[in-house]
């Protein structure tokens, strides 16, 4: 069963530095998505992305972070400078088609950024 | 504004025990999804199952069940004969279907222990 990935699994950086985190979507898929979860909190929407642009994002999703889609493959989150409150499980999600009956958002299993 | 309340943060049950998660969703949209999901301890969500608002028709599925009532805006999941393997936070989650890329609201979880 195809399946959303995302990589690293585990990434720990210092205050300050820049991180990219990476996620794979079903390869006929065409809407994407990142969530972020802080420890033992509940699951927030940051941003969702379509026809390489943007199509909303939240109040969380501040200057400082910002998403590309650099291949065919490849959807990234990227964290300019990473501060202590940014540690949390980010996940990536992935959804095939514009017709709602058949809507579902795959979720990949996450990455645990921790910064120091 | 859309909004997801899991009033019960933890529950504890003995194995073999049905234990009923609740959840109460507002929305002014008419038409929307209602989803479940399950994070295990390894932190993926998993998902169970997705409700199209008009779809009011419960659903059994092995030892799962779903109840959900537009009336009380409630979208309860049961589980029967509980396994120790059921152990997760359990997550209830709405979306819009004006777009195809809305995004999921998640509530805050309930954690559910199972003890053998």
């Known amino acids: 069963e195809p399946e959303v990935t995302q990589t690293p699994s585990h990434q720990v950086t210092q205050m300050g530095q820049e991180v990219i985190l990476r996620c794979v979507p079903i390869s006929n898929h065409l809407y994407f998505y990142w969530y972020r979860q802080i420890l033992g909190q509940k699951v927030e929407f940051l941003v969702s992305f379509y026809n390489n642009e943007i199509s909303e994002k939240s109040e969380i999703f501040d200057d400082q972070f910002s998403v590309e889609r650099p291949d065919g493959s490849n959807f990234t989150l990227k964290i300019r400078s990473t501060k202590l409150e940014d540690s949390a499980m980010y996940f990536c999600a992935s959804s095939e088609s514009g017709l709602a009956d058949s809507y579902e958002q795959y979720f990949g299993p996450g990455t645990r950024l921790t910064v120091t | ?116």
């Open chain 2, 1 to 116: 504004a859309q909004k997801v309340t899991q009033a019960q943060t933890e529950i504890s049950v003995v194995e073999k025990e049905d234990v009923t998660l609740d959840c109460v969703y507002e929305t002014r949209d008419t038409t929307y999804y209602l989803f479940w999901y399950k994070q295990p301890p390894s932190g993926e969500l998993v998902f169970l199952i997705r409700r199209n608002s008009f779809d009011e028709q419960n659903e059994i599925s092995g030892r799962y069940s779903w109840n959900f009532q537009k009336s009380t805006s409630s979208f309860n999941f049961t589980i029967t004969a509980s396994q120790v393997v059921d152990s997760a936070v359990y997550f209830c989650a709405l979306s819009g279907v004006k777009t195809s890329y809305d995004k999921v609201i998640f509530g805050p979880g309930t954690s559910l222990s199972v003890i053998p």
